[in-house]
């Protein structure tokens, strides 16, 4: 079974600042996503970045970039230039190709200070 | 484009009751998931539907069951309510084709509280 693991339960920023988040996942597969969800206190998800498995190329969405590095199964979150707005509960999460369910790690609470 | 709308917001129920969850999908995405949220598990995965038919499970008791209609509407039925269950549910939308994996874009969830 995929598992997907935060290891930092708690991180805080100061705005203007980077700051990164981890991730580790275990599959056996070798073709699928991986992705970073926002969750605000409004509750409602909202993706951040998608990066696909067979892509070597890291991605980026403006202030927002990866660095995946399949062998050791590592998927960190850099968010750079952090704003207030960026406060939220981030996950992590892996979807397997040819499947619909997203698995989830456990969250990291990221604390934005002025 | 509407979002994925999920009804109501907010619910309270008692222990041995059961409550169904509603699901608008964004117009034209034909798969809708389920998850739920608690403080101690996180978010777990509940079923997918997929034109009518569920296409994926879960790890639930069968106390949780779901339906989609043919218009993609989907809802989620707890039987026999327990204290456990009290959580977010949240129900994500995708066009479901699996050519290649889409955005699942996320409604606000249903706080669902039994006492």
């Known amino acids: 079974a995929q598992t997907v693991t935060q290891s930092q339960p708690e991180m805080s920023v100061q705005e203007a600042e980077t700051v990164t988040l981890s991730c580790t996942y275990d599959t056996s597969e070798s073709d699928y996503y991986l992705f970073w969800y926002k969750q605000p206190p409004s509750r409602q998800m909202i993706l951040v970045i998608r990066q696909e498995a067979y892509k070597q190329q890291n991605a980026t969405e403006n202030r927002f970039s990866v660095n995946f590095q399949k062998a050791a199964k590592s998927f960190s979150l850099k968010i750079s230039d952090s704003q207030l707005g960026d406060a939220a509960m981030y996950f992590c999460a892996y979807e397997w190709t040819s499947g619909s369910r997203l698995t989830f790690g456990e969250g990291t609470q990221l604390t934005v200070n002025p | 484009k509407a979002g994925v709308t999920q009804t109501p917001r907010y619910l309270i129920k008692t222990r041995g009751q059961q409550v169904t969850l509603s699901c608008s999908p964004i117009s034209g995405h034909r798969s809708v998931s389920w998850y739920q949220q608690t403080p101690g598990q996180g978010l777990q995965f509940l079923f997918e539907y997929f034109s009518e038919t569920q296409r994926n499970k879960g790890n639930f008791p069968g106390r949780f069951s779901g339906r989609q209609f043919s218009n993609s509407r989907s809802e989620m039925n707890v039987s026999t309510l327990e204290l456990g269950d009290s959580a977010l549910y949240l129900c994500?939308?995708?066009?479901?084709?699996?050519?290649?994996?889409?955005?699942?874009?996320f409604g606000q969830g249903t706080r669902l509280t039994v006492v």
């Open positions: 994500a939308s995708s066009p479901g084709n699996r050519v290649r994996s889409t955005e699942a874009f």
